[in-house]
C-alpha cells in the first residue's frame, strides 16, 4: 500500500511539475537574454524544451495524464505560434508516439487472458509496438488463418493509475469551483471517470465497434476494422492500413483533407442515428484515411448510448445560438441549463463567446484553420476582453458533456486539416432539432 501512495504522490509530483516547470523556464529565459543572449534564439530553445517536456510527461504517466494530451492534441491551434510549429507538432505526437512499455511487462496479461499457450494463435506476432495508447498498447500479428491483426493489450495496474489520476483532477476542479462555481465542474468530473472506467472493460468496447461495423457495413466511405477477439483486458481487431490524420493534415493535398475532415464530420454525426451510439473520443489518432478514400475508425473506446438517435436539444441549441435576437439566445441558453440561475450575462457577449461551436453550422461550407481557431479563442479567454467574464457565468449540464466534447473536439480537428467542409447540409442531416431557416 505504501509504495502504491508514493507512486501516486510521484505522478501527482510529475503533473504539478509542468506549469512549475514553465516557470523556471521563464526565469531562465530572463536571466539568459539578459546576459545577452540572442532573444529570437533564446525564446526557440525555452519553447522546444517546455514542449518536448510537456509531451514526454503525459506520454510517460498515460492514464488520465493521456487522456489529457489527447484532447490537447484536438485543440492544437489554441498553443502559441512559431515558424517551427514545435507545439503542435509536440501535441501530433502525443497521441502516437508516446512512450512504450517494455513487452515484458505486457506478456502476463496476454497470458491471463488467452493462457500461457497465446503464442499458438498466431504464426508471427510482433513484440515491438504498433501504436502506444492511455490505457493499451498495440501490437501486429497474423492469425494462423492468415489475418494480419492488431492485438491491444491493457496496461498493467492501469485501473489504479486512472482512479488516482481522477482523484487528483477532482481535488483540482473542486478549488476551480471556489473560483467559478458556475462551471460545475464537479459533475462533470464525475461523468468522466463514469466514462473513463468503462473504457477499462475491453469487452464492452468490442460490442461498441461491433455495433459501428454493422451499422456502416456497407457505407462505401467509411471502414471499420471486424473484432476478432475480446477479453477484458486484450482485444484482437482486424489490421487497418491506412493514413493518420496527423499525416493527412501534413502532407495530404487540399482535396486529401477535405474529403477526410467531410468524411469525419459525417461519422460522428450520424453514429447516434446509424449505431444508436456517440462517438465521444474524437482525437486525430483515432482516424485514418484509406488510400481509396474511405474513412478508417480504429478505438471505440468511449462511446455514449444514443438509442433514440442524437438528442434534440442539441440541434435546437445551434439553432437558437444562429439567430440574432440575442435576447432569444440567451433565452434559449437558460431553457437548455448553460447559464446558472440568477446570473446577469449580456446575450451579445454570450453569442460571441459561444461563436467557436456556432460560426461553423451558419455557413453551407466553412473552411476550418488554426488562425481561425486561434483567434476565436484567444479573444474570449484574454481576462482584458469582457466576454472573459462570460465563462463564469456558464455551466455545462453534465447530460451534454459529450456531446459538446465531440463537437469541439471535431471543430479542433478539422483545423488541423485545414478542411472545407459543406457543413450545414450535415448539420440539417444529422441534427433533429436544427432548423437552417
Known amino acids: 500500500m505504501r509504495a502504491r501512495g508514493v507512486y501516486r504522490a510521484g505522478r501527482i509530483f510529475r503533473l504539478l511539475g509542468l506549469p512549475l516547470g514553465t516557470v523556471a523556464l521563464s526565469v531562465e529565459g530572463v536571466a539568459r537574454r539578459w546576459a545577452g543572449q540572442d532573444p529570437q534564439r533564446v525564446r526557440r530553445d525555452l519553447r522546444q524544451r517546455n514542449a518536448a517536456r510537456t509531451r514526454r510527461v503525459l506520454g510517460d504517466l498515460k492514464g488520465g495524464a493521456l487522456k489529457a494530451g489527447q484532447l490537447l492534441a484536438t485543440l492544437d491551434a489554441l498553443f502559441p505560434v512559431d515558424p517551427d510549429a514545435t507545439w503542435q507538432r509536440a501535441l501530433a505526437d502525443v497521441p502516437e508516439h508516446n512512450t512504450t512499455v517494455e513487452f515484458a511487462k505486457l506478456e502476463p496479461v496476454l497470458c491471463a487472458e488467452l493462457g500461457p499457450d497465446w503464442r499458438a494463435r498466431f504464426t508471427a506476432f510482433d513484440e515491438r509496438f504498433a501504436a502506444a495508447a492511455s490505457i493499451g498498447q498495440v501490437h501486429h500479428g497474423v492469425l494462423a488463418d492468415g489475418r494480419r491483426v492488431a492485438v491491444k493489450i491493457q496496461y498493467p495496474d492501469i485501473?489504479?493509475?486512472?482512479?488516482?489520476?481522477?482523484?487528483?483532477?477532482?481535488?483540482?476542479?473542486r478549488a476551480t469551483a471556489l473560483v467559478a462555481p458556475g462551471l460545475a465542474l464537479p459533475p462533470l468530473v464525475a461523468e468522466l471517470r463514469t466514462r473513463l472506467a468503462e473504457e477499462l472493460d475491453y469487452v464492452a468496447e468490442a460490442d461498441a465497434q461491433r455495433r459501428f461495423a454493422r451499422a456502416y457495413n456497407d457505407d462505401p466511405e467509411v471502414v471499420i476494422p471486424d473484432v476478432v477477439l475480446a477479453t477484458p483486458r486484450v482485444l484482437i481487431t482486424e489490421w487497418l492500413d491506412a493514413t493518420p490524420f496527423v499525416m493527412v493534415a501534413a502532407q495530404g493535398s487540399g482535396s486529401a483533407r477535405d474529403r477526410a475532415g467531410t468524411l469525419y464530420m459525417r461519422f460522428l454525426l450520424s453514429g447516434p442515428e446509424r449505431a444508436g451510439l456517440l462517438h465521444t473520443d474524437p482525437h486525430p489518432g483515432n482516424f485514418r484515411l484509406t488510400d481509396d478514400g474511405r474513412l478508417g475508425v480504429l478505438d471505440f473506446g468511449s462511446t455514449l448510448a444514443m438509442p433514440d438517435g442524437m438528442p434534440k436539444t442539441f440541434g435546437r441549441l445551434l439553432t437558437v445560438l444562429r439567430r440574432a435576437d440575442t435576447d432569444e439566445?440567451?433565452?434559449g441558453l437558460r431553457d437548455e441549463g448553460f447559464v446558472r440561475p440568477g446570473a446577469t450575462v449580456e446575450a451579445d457577449k454570450l453569442a460571441d463567446y459561444l461563436a467557436p461551436f456556432t460560426v461553423p453550422a451558419g455557413h453551407e461550407s466553412f473552411t476550418f484553420s488554426r488562425a481561425w481557431l486561434r483567434s476565436q479563442f484567444s479573444r474570449i479567454n484574454d481576462p482584458r476582453n469582457p466576454e472573459f467574464g462570460v465563462a463564469l457565468q456558464l455551466r455545462m449540464p453534465p447530460e451534454h458533456?459529450?456531446?459538446?466534447?465531440?463537437?469541439l473536439g471535431c471543430v479542433g480537428v478539422l483545423c488541423q486539416l485545414g478542411a472545407t467542409v459543406a457543413v450545414r447540409p450535415e448539420i440539417e442531416r444529422w441534427l433533429p432539432g436544427f432548423d437552417a431557416r
Do not use: K
Open 159 to 173: 485501473a489504479d493509475v486512472l482512479r488516482s489520476d481522477m482523484r487528483a483532477v477532482s481535488l483540482m476542479t
Open 329 to 331: 439566445i440567451l433565452a
Open 401 to 407: 458533456l459529450f456531446t459538446h466534447r465531440v463537437w
